[in-house]
């Protein structure tokens, strides 16, 4: 049995192989140019004053003494940003959006998070910037804040927005409230399907505010030249984002602003808010130099954007067969300071894995004194399921069935309605479950004492969205690829070895650029799961444009019609004459003579994703006397579609998988009862490093999503949503206890033991 | 400002002589003195391992070691790690094994693994796991980086 | 999702050719949903509509057949 299986059907000639990313001498060299590794001619380095309070009236804020120290260029406040030049009558509708975007990048009246930039200073390096932070006086007036997503919600909280109201699915609240939105869906008869039920379960979770823990800091660098032009380098999952963003902010138009992706290292949802863009800008504005600013750590965990902590309550309702006839759940996520959790994305994605005929599903959107979360991988996807797929694996127990059977005969399959309304296409969850029930691992014993065996799955509904690229013949029959998809994990192999399969030309022959964003059309960020698919299907696009015209000239040179030629893997030939016949490479060489290159392009906003679904398994040991879970067996199970490079599509289930290891077992961030961070640094935010993993065994199901020529579909995101649940699932299993709170501690396991009377733990 | 220090020191096999404030860490030295930015900063506070060099045999977090402890040391960063004729056979492996997704904290890993084949080539999987638990991966799952360091292992 | 303005239905059946129809046909039977459907002329930013399944990039000027089915759901962002 080989830990790394593909079942694949269809078979190509690049795509499916597993070459040497384009980039990749680069990164093992440090030749690779990240985000920090910008080093301008004359740039100054900046740093960020930040709150210390994590609610608080800025009642005035003196820069003087900063402003005369030497080596300091500039610095600024929010008085900088245009915002404080709008009034509320200007603004109109756009008052608050614009309030609450510029406020986040630089708090104007009150700081609503720790953490929250007060100011900023462009110094000759980032010692002096530093020592002269200190010198900036901020008068402070305290103010109560608000930490818990359920306290937020509570009449009479402390309010974060004095105005914010309740968008109750399109009506707004006469009252001030935390809660930003209520979303709610269903279908079919719930209290019928109760009703029916021989066996009905209810159960209460929570989830723990965690980050993305990319190991690059945020960075930015910026030169505003004097003829108005900005130009921005940084490190980020969406070059247009950035543009957009900034061109917000600074209420510029976006021809104005030129970004540049640098390599990025890592991101996970977390690289798409702009939080240092525009206040570099905005300093190099006055310093008339370019600056950079790069985020400590600390910084990152404490106002880059986590992970929203949640609560849940899940009811299903089971028939003694284990077909399930109800469900229903309520899910409170934390916004942090500003609205946009993904509590529709937790409502959307909760019961994704199954055929619901009775269901309804609520979700809060709720602010806090917190930092604004940001996605985080299948964002709002991995709490849900943690909740759902652990009380199923309850259900499952009391009922005596097998877990993998009863999602079985409750999968959603295609023609599946699902509880927003969509009709599922193909999609592969009956395939991975099968793959999972069948795999070495679930059928081996597990044996010693303390241990415990857990299942669970996982859904993310996968992106399309807009993508551009452009391609050019060169006479010696290589491609150059331009795209502004930026590469995260790999995806500079994936969408070339798409351009190799679809022109039949070597992978080595394509030449990938991520190139700015004057130089290629609108292109969405890289996330969602969505640019093997989406930047593919852009490159393939672009390169049947290229075929067509290759064709035209052979036609040209032929003195031929173009019915009459044929372009097959990479061979241009006559139809009846067998005599006349390039290669890709000959009728390159002859394009210089016959008209110059040949460029192909796209611009595509596909929809056709193809949903993603993944089934995990782990085996785990857990000591009785210190209640330290150690996993001992991992495989993940999933559905790609097609895997274009299988490696890399491992290397995302795996990364998944282990960062759902880390949710479930550690990862938390501490809060003091004010909401300031009592742990951000790596030694205290505790990772999974590799002394607490195994190898993470892979089994990639191929079903061919119909939305593209070579079945691919995305497959960054579903792989981080079963770990919480199906580890909970194990910890059952060893110990007895039922973990309904994340991260499953030490501690938590112990106190469980003891709660039952039980000091052992098992 | 501060006052700059002469320092002496070896780099990548290469004298070099420089000028630092006694504030900065090796890891600024490097890379905004000398403008190596192949070794990367993620934490500033020895706890990713990203800014891993080599220095007098010994893996060390260059945030954690002062630009003027250099003087008179022998220190190896990725810039040296591949030579003229080809890439290390470790940077090979983690190319061929796929080992690195986004890339910023492979650096710190081929050295901490080169470190420990230097000193023990045929290190199994625990000392592997051991050796590197104090680098920081958050893309892989570390599964794939073993794999490729155990590759080389085998190989010698 | 938005049941309360229709009384509770969830299903309606309309003729129209395009999703901008669509939704003046709604609006006809139920006053007040194209507010929360539509700004500044266009679908709001937090929604897609999908039409036989497939979300619809067109938005209000996306055709509709004589037997499609429209949905009004979530647009849902994020990323790894």
Redesign the interface.
């Known amino acids: 049995m080989t830990s790394n299986q593909v079942l694949s059907e269809v078979e190509f000639n690049v795509v499916g192989k597993?070459p040497?990313?384009p980039?990749?001498?680069d990164?093992?060299?440090?030749?690779?140019?990240?985000g920090?590794?910008t080093?301008m001619t004359g740039a100054l380095q900046a740093k960020v004053l930040r709150s210390p309070y994590p609610h608080a009236r800025i009642k005035s804020i003196d820069v003087s003494k900063a402003e005369a120290f030497?080596?300091v260029k500039a610095v600024i406040t929010a008085k900088d940003l245009p915002f404080a030049a709008l009034s509320k009558e200007e603004l109109g509708d756009g008052y608050t959006a614009l309030k609450y975007a510029s406020d986040h990048m630089m708090a104007s009246d009150k700081v609503l998070f720790k953490g929250h930039p007060i100011a900023a200073i462009a110094a000759?390096?980032a010692?002096?910037a530093e020592s002269a932070m200190a010198l900036i006086q901020v008068d402070y007036e305290e103010l109560e804040s608000v930490v818990d997503v359920r306290e937020a919600m509570k009449d009479g909280a402390p309010l974060v927005h004095e105005d914010l109201r309740t968008n109750d699915?399109?009506?707004i609240s006469d009252k001030p409230s935390n809660i930003a939105a209520h979303?709610?869906?269903?279908?079919g008869d719930i209290d019928k399907g109760f009703a029916e039920a021989d066996l009905v379960m209810e159960r209460e979770y929570t989830t723990a505010t965690v980050h993305?823990?990319?190991?690059?800091?945020h960075n930015s660098t910026a030169f505003w030249n004097t003829d108005g032009q900005l130009n921005i380098w940084t490190s980020t999952?969406g070059s247009f984002a950035v543009r957009a963003a900034v061109a917000n902010v600074l209420r510029l138009p976006v021809s104005k602003i030129k970004v540049t992706p640098m390599?990025?290292?890592?991101?996970?949802?977390g690289k798409?808010t702009a939080y240092l863009d525009a206040i570099t800008a905005v300093l190099s504005k006055k310093a008339g130099v370019p600056v950079r600013t790069?985020m400590?750590?600390s910084e990152v965990f404490e106002a880059s954007g986590p992970a929203p902590a949640s609560w849940m309550r899940v009811k299903i309702g089971v028939k003694n067969n284990g077909k399930m006839t109800a469900v229903e759940t309520d899910i409170a996520m934390d916004a942090g300071a500003y609205p946009g959790s993904?509590a529709?994305?937790a409502i959307?994605c909760a019961f994704a894995c199954y055929d619901v005929t009775n269901g309804k599903v609520d979700g809060y959107d709720v602010v806090v004194n917190k930092p604004k979360t940001a996605?985080y991988?299948?964002?709002?996807s991995p709490q849900a399921a943690f909740g759902v797929e652990s009380l199923i694996d309850e259900i499952c127990g009391e009922l005596k069935l097998d877990p993998i059977e009863f999602r079985l005969l409750n999968a959603a399959k295609e023609g599946t309605r699902r509880i927003?309304?969509?009709?599922a296409?193909r999609i592969g969850l009956v395939e991975c479950l099968e793959a999972a029930r069948d795999h070495d691992h679930y059928k081996s014993k597990l044996s010693g004492e303390n241990t415990g065996r857990g299942v669970a799955c996982g859904y993310w509904?996968n992106?399309?969205f807009q993508s551009s690229v452009v391609m050019t013949v060169h006479f010696d029959g290589t491609v150059s690829l331009l795209m502004g998809s930026v590469d995260?994990?790999?995806t500079r192999a994936s969408i070339a070895q798409q351009t190799a399969e679809t022109l039949g030309i070597a992978y080595e022959d394509v030449k990938p650029t991520i190139v700015d964003t004057d130089s290629i059309g609108y292109t969405f960020?890289?996330?969602?799961?969505?640019t093997s698919f989406a930047t593919g299907l852009a490159a393939i696009t672009a390169a049947d444009d290229v075929k067509e015209q290759m064709i035209t000239r052979a036609a040209k040179i032929w003195d031929t019609s173009e019915d009459d030629i044929e372009y097959v893997n990479g061979t241009v030939s006559h139809k009846s004459d067998e005599e006349l016949k390039f290669s890709f490479k000959d009728l390159a060489r002859q394009l210089a003579t016959t008209g110059g290159t040949i460029s192909g392009r796209s611009n595509i906003?596909p929809?056709?994703e193809g949903n993603g679904y993944a089934v995990h398994l782990v085996d785990l040991k857990v000591d009785p006397e210190t209640g330290k879970t150690d996993v001992t067996r991992y495989t993940a199970v999933q559905d790609a579609g097609k895997a274009v490079?299988p490696?890399?599509v491992?290397?995302?289930m795996?990364?998944?998988?282990?960062?759902g290891i880390g949710w479930a077992l550690n990862e938390e961030y501490f809060f003091d009862p004010t909401g300031k961070m009592l742990n951000p640094?790596?030694?205290d935010y505790r990772?999974?490093?590799?002394?607490d993993?195994p190898?993470?065994d892979t089994v990639i199901v191929e079903v061919a999503n119909p939305g593209h020529p070579y079945g691919v579909r995305g497959v960054?995101?579903p792989a981080i949503v079963p770990p919480m649940a199906a580890i909970g699932n194990a910890i059952h299993g060893a110990t007895g206890h039922r973990m309904r709170s994340l991260p499953m501690t030490p501690g938590k396991i112990l106190e469980a033991g003891w709660e039952n009377g039980n000091s052992s733990g098992g | 400002?501060?006052d700059v220090t002469q320092v002496k020191t070896t780099i990548n096999g290469e004298e070099v002589n420089l000028l630092c404030?006694p504030?900065q860490s090796l890891l600024e030295v490097l890379?905004?003195v000398l403008?190596?930015?192949?070794?990367?900063?993620?934490?500033?506070?020895g706890?990713?391992g990203?800014c891993t060099v080599i220095l007098d045999g010994r893996i060390v977090d260059s945030c954690l070691v002062l630009g003027v402890e250099a003087e008179g040391k022998n220190i190896t960063?990725?810039?040296g790690?591949?030579s003229p004729e080809g890439?290390h056979p470790l940077?090979q492996s983690?190319?061929?094994?796929?080992s690195?997704?986004?890339?910023?904290?492979?650096?710190g890993f081929?050295l901490a693994s080169k470190s420990l084949l230097d000193q023990e080539p045929d290190a199994d999987e625990g000392r592997?796991?051991?050796w590197?638990?104090?680098?920081?991966?958050?893309?892989?799952?570390?599964?794939?980086?073993?794999?490729a360091v155990l590759q080389v292992s085998k190989a010698k | 999702?938005?049941?309360?303005?229709t009384g509770g239905a969830?299903q309606i059946d309309c003729d129209a050719k395009n999703i901008r129809q669509v939704i003046e046909r709604l609006d006809e039977l139920y006053p007040g949903i194209r507010?929360?459907?539509v700004e500044d002329g266009e679908l709001r930013e937090?929604l897609a509509v999908?039409i036989d399944?497939?979300?619809?990039?067109m938005g209000m000027l996306e055709k509709v057949g004589a037997n499609s089915e429209v949905?009004?759901?979530?647009a849902?962002?994020?990323?790894?």
Do not use: W
């Open positions: 597993r040497i990313r980039d990749g001498v990164k093992v060299t440090g030749r690779a140019q990240y920090a590794d080093n030497p080596g000759v390096n010692h002096v699915m399109g009506q979303m709610s869906y269903s279908t993305q823990g990319y190991i690059e800091p999952q390599e990025i290292g890592g991101g996970f949802g798409i790069l400590t750590r993904p529709m994305q959307v996605a991988r299948a964002p709002g927003e309304g969509l009709v296409k509904p992106r399309g995260i994990g790999g960020i890289t996330g969602g799961s969505r906003d929809t056709g490079h490696g890399y491992e290397g995302q795996q990364g998944g998988a282990v960062q640094t790596f030694l990772m999974p490093t590799t002394l993993l190898m993470i960054g995101e | 400002m501060a404030e504030r890379r905004d403008g190596m930015t192949g070794t990367k900063e993620g934490c500033n506070d706890n990713c990203a960063t990725i810039e790690m591949a890439l940077q983690f190319l061929e094994n796929a690195l997704q986004c890339g910023i904290c492979t650096p081929l592997i796991r051991h590197l638990a104090g680098n920081l991966c958050r893309c892989t799952g570390y599964d794939k980086i073993v794999r | 999702m938005l049941q309360s303005l969830r507010d929360r459907l937090n999908a399944g497939d979300i619809a990039i949905h009004f759901v979530p849902i962002g994020g990323g790894s």
